[in-house]
């Protein structure tokens, strides 16, 4: 199995949760045949080779428009496996980065159909699905996420987060809870169950996640700030009004930050 290496896939907030791309092999010593077959091949291993190191090339400079271009020609010369869902991942990748969701989708469910247990394109496909905002279709690559890696933390949290986005609370919590249960200072699994609690009213265990969540990571603005609106619901106006505070204090994303303070001078 090719390896996993999803940047910021755990947080499935955004899908700008593609991996760096994946490495094809060299093009291998020159043949002294002059067969004209054997001579295309060798052409065509060149030109891989090469469209795939520009490609890599224009991802590190940011150049996405580039290396889509790479990538696609790569996609075009038709690969066998495992380079035809590999120019396909790679490719999805760099569509995603200009904005073409969609192709990013079809792009690595064909890397899936060529490669069936291909990790890391069903663990963008994930993220993708959900920028989309199909979640019908993101539940099903979450499950054969968790089907191709059923051990995997990634693949039970972003099954998790499905779950919860489209409404099956029993899913949510069940994955959400077995991550917590194998990695009890995972503060994004408690978060996310007191979310489940939340949906459920059950804000006394809500509550308990957010403060499981804030003891490991005393900077989690998001966990801070849904505190501050459990304390605010049970009438705790000024523990409310030092959530809020200190919301506003740790968010990096200026809108959760303005929300934050907006509440706080309201209490």
Known sequence: MRGLAVASLLAFAVASAVASAQSYPGPGAPSRSTDARTLLEQAR???????????VSAEE?????????EFRRAVMLDLPEPRGSTARYDLALAEMHVGHADDAATLLEEALHRDPRFAAAAANLVAVQLFRGDLAAARRAADRFLEI???????????GLTALRAGDMATARTDFRALIDAD??????????????????????????????????????????????????????ADARVAFDRCARDAADPVLRAL???LRDKL
């Open 45 to 55: 291993d060149r030109e891989v080779h090469e469209r795939f190191m520009r490609g």
């Open 61 to 69: 400079r940011g150049d996405w428009k580039a290396a889509v271009a």
């Open 149 to 159: 890696a059923p051990s995997s933390v990634l693949a039970r949290y972003g099954r």
């Open 184 to 237: 009890p200072a995972y503060a994004p699994a408690h978060y996310d169950l007191a979310l489940v609690e939340l949906r459920a009213g059950r804000d006394e265990a809500a509550r308990a996640e957010l403060e499981h969540a804030l003891a490991l990571s005393p900077g989690y603005a998001r966990a801070r700030f849904a505190l501050g609106t459990v304390l605010m619901r049970d009438g705790r106006r």
């Open 260 to 262: 934050a303070i907006d």
